[in-house]
């Protein structure tokens, strides 16, 4: 889900506006288990594509890509409760990505603020923010388990370059022990 500061994106183009903020992608993640208790984690996950789009009843319809994704580093930590179940925590850090791109324009877009050039998009940003997540754990035996986990990745873009929003995700993973 992605939580859009919709004042970023206004001006883009004319027309009523309406943004897809639900997506679905994937996410990997594999770690260090220093001890039963704690671990470090190393993640991948991209957040999809939201379209942003803007219906002009006159001029017609102009549609944004928003894409996003992030690499995660996190300090780990996995409290058993009994039976195979336990709870998970994780905090670190995300080094986030997010492109907007111009899907279609049948004339109701104004200028990009950051148009393409012949070999790269300006409509690029990076950030590093604040990671966390928390979750919950079934292991079926000590090498095969199944995750549940809420992670927040903060927000991502940039107010002049991509727009602005804060990515939260829900998972279920399959979990393998080396």
Not at 6 to 12: I, K, P, Y
Not at 28 to 34: S, T
Not at 60 to 87: K, Q
Not at 90 to 109: C, E, K, Q
């Amino acid at each position: 889900k992605a939580d859009f500061v919709r004042s970023d994106f206004t001006g883009l183009a004319s027309g009523a506006y309406s943004v897809d903020n639900t997506e679905i992608g994937p996410r990997f993640f594999a770690g260090y288990r220093a001890t039963p208790n704690f671990a470090v984690e190393f993640g991948l996950a991209g957040f999809g594509s939201f379209r942003h789009t803007f219906n002009d009843p006159v001029n017609g319809v102009a549609v944004y890509d928003y894409e996003a994704s992030a690499l995660t580093v996190a300090a780990a930590g996995h409290l058993p409760l009994g039976g195979g179940f336990g709870l998970n925590g994780r905090v670190g850090v995300a080094f986030t990505a997010a492109s907007l791109d111009l899907r279609r324009d049948n004339g109701t877009a104004t200028i990009p603020f950051c148009p393409d050039s012949w070999w790269y998009s300006d409509c690029v940003s990076q950030s590093t923010n604040l990671y966390w997540g928390l979750g919950a754990q079934f292991d079926f035996n000590p090498r095969w388990g199944m995750r549940l986990d809420y992670d927040n990745y903060g927000e991502v873009g940039e107010e002049f370059e991509t727009g602005r929003a804060d990515i939260e995700t829900w998972s279920l993973s399959v979990v393998y022990r080396f």
